[in-house]
């Protein structure tokens, strides 16, 4: 991927990745400092905003994956031995406790103790593992966890795939029969298909890949990219549609504009790693247009608003963290593919306002969100089922690799 402009200079791009080496640092910290269950192993399941731990908090199979990969992922560009002892916490934890060993995949959740709480099997959650594992096998070059992501890669093909008409089913019981609730969380819509899960079997997938070059992945990858294409890129709008049922009925309206610009550098980055020419230029041609429309949801400071209801004209405003760190990445990716600077600096400006205001100077790592006045979202997690260090690290690994050295 080449960087077109001649207009951005080394000296900016090495303040970029200089504030941003910081941050990481910090958001790494953070996790090392205040999240390590001592008590019961692991990571604590709740902390609040003001790190008050909630000792008797469910443990998510999805903030496990990601503290994970997210120690994984650092360790591998900067080797710092404290990173992968945190990945090798979280894996250990993982396997004890997470790992379904007589019906396979992970659970939803467990209590604080490791016991089984939500033992469904929640696609999104088992796709997690995969790219999880797949990152701490380069970091710990055991075999077993390689074998452990090939397997479990498998398992969703046998278990979860739509061979009719591809596509992945969202959620089952432990032991994968037909489920009544598939939802991620309370706010989704009940259905069988959705993009969010998609995008990160896409993810996962792309990052098995890269450990695993099968043939049989590349296929489901080149699917994974069609199905995009397919159903879940309006053509019209630019935008991503969320939910659909089993054959691919449109369920949804709702606008994601954190969605939509993490989609664009993700269905890139599968299509490059695949080495798909074709689809690497398709890729980019609709990567600029997602990015446009996401346009539409930033507001004046550079923040990404959250989500938009075209039905009833209604944006809800308010700026979450991982919707400003996607949108980091998303528009220095658009920089990146189209060489026009004004994503350069969409991408400055957005990390300019995280500085502002989405940082925990007082407390560390991110705050969930602002509101529209700039006030702090009262009572939500800084570390929970959701609020994890992978959106938020993943865009500074992500864009100091894409920097580079600089001369």
Known sequence: MLQLS?????????????????????????????????VNGGFWGKINHDNQVTPGAPKGSVLNARILWSFSAAYNQNPDEAYLQAAKRAYDYVKAHFVDDEFGGVYWSVDYKGNMLDTKKQVYANAFTIYALSEYYIASKSERVKAEAIGLYHLLINKSYDKDKTGYL????????????????????????????????????????RIWPDGGLKQQIETLINNFFDHFIDAGTGHLVLFFDEDWNRRSETISYGHDIEATWLLLEAAEVIGNQEMIGKVSSTCIAIAEATVQGLDEDGGLWYEYEPADDHLIKEKHWWVQAEAMVGFYNAWQVSGNDKYFDLALKNWAFIKDRILDKQHGEWVWGVRADGSIMPGEDKAGLWKCPYHNSRACIEIIKRIGPIN
């Open 6 to 38: 001649n207009t951005v200079s080394n000296h900016q791009l090495a303040i970029f990745s200089n504030e941003l080496t910081g941050e990481l640092k910090n958001i790494l910290n953070y996790w090392l400092n205040h999240t390590v269950d001592d």
């Open 170 to 209: 969202e959620a089952f019981t432990r032991d994968w029969q037909p489920l009544g609730d598939l939802r991620l969380s309370a706010k989704d819509a009940n259905e069988k298909k959705t993009m969010n899960t998609h995008l990160h079997i896409l993810e996962a997938y792309t990052n098995l890949y």
